[in-house]
């Protein structure tokens, strides 16, 4: 057995002696730390556009909203935040993000065939929030994805029952609003907690293969659709017209009508009138329809010449013969 100075053992006691006030010292440090390790693991903060889920020994507690909340340590609480006051955007068929300078296609979503049997590349984005962060969080295993899915089997289908024509032009609202309510009914079975609030169909183009020829057949019906507006306003503008001037045309006639029978009636009844004056006194009446006549007639001429009856000419005959010329 090895033998230590006196000496050491008197060093090693002194060392002993010094180094206990450091050993409590570290001991309360570590006691301190592990103090606020627990306090701090025993409190969550939750923002103002969160709500939390609380599970205790992985069975659902409660959810809090936006606040300070006590919890308990070691793991017995676990807390999941999800924003429920914020919008949340998916985009199908195409990516754009703040960042990005152009659009990016993504063709496996965005190519449907419509009713017609025509192929399109329909881009839409489909806006919502999460109205209960519990059943988002476990009732659906990847609720993104399923809500993805979800969204491209109900878009699918609504295009597939309209022609190619409807989906780019006049339908999109019709399918817009259709996919909102048929997309709500899903997510609402699934129970996946979440509010649609819009569905918004963004652009509808041909594959590019054949992006000519459709642009061809798309301008060719929207000229024809304009011709037949055109043609349905000069039929609104020429019938109306023509109704007018036939119905002037009525009014006139029965105007003349009515002006010819009321002079046929004066006649009559002047004829009537001098008839009966004429019956009293027929040389009277006789005698002044004469003059009358007459002054109708002559005040129209200009020239007068009167002639008696043994006048032979109007100018006097030069006779030769007479005993009077020499």
Known sequence: M??????FEAQLAQLRRNAGPLIKLALILIGLVIVITLAMSCWYTVDTDQKAVVLRFG???KDTGPGL???LPFGADKVYKVAVTREWTQQF???RQPQ??????VKDESIMVSGDLAIANVEWATLYTIDDPYNYLFKVRSPEQTFRDLNESVMRKIVGDRTVSEVRTRG???IAEKAEDQLQELVDDYSMGIEITSVQPQDVNPPDAVVDAFEAVNQAQQEAEQVINEAYRDQNKVIPKAKGQAKQMIQEARGYEAQRVNEALGAANRFNAVFTEYAKHPEVTRTRLYLETMQEVLGTVGSKVILDEATPSLLPTLNLNSDKIK
């Open 100 to 105: 990005m300078q152009q659009r990016q296609r």
């Open 93 to 95: 068929g195409y990516r």
């Open 172 to 174: 999109r609202q019709e």
């Open 2 to 7: 090895a033998n230590f100075p006196d000496d």
């Open 59 to 61: 069975d659902h507690y």
């Open 69 to 71: 909340h006590f919890k």
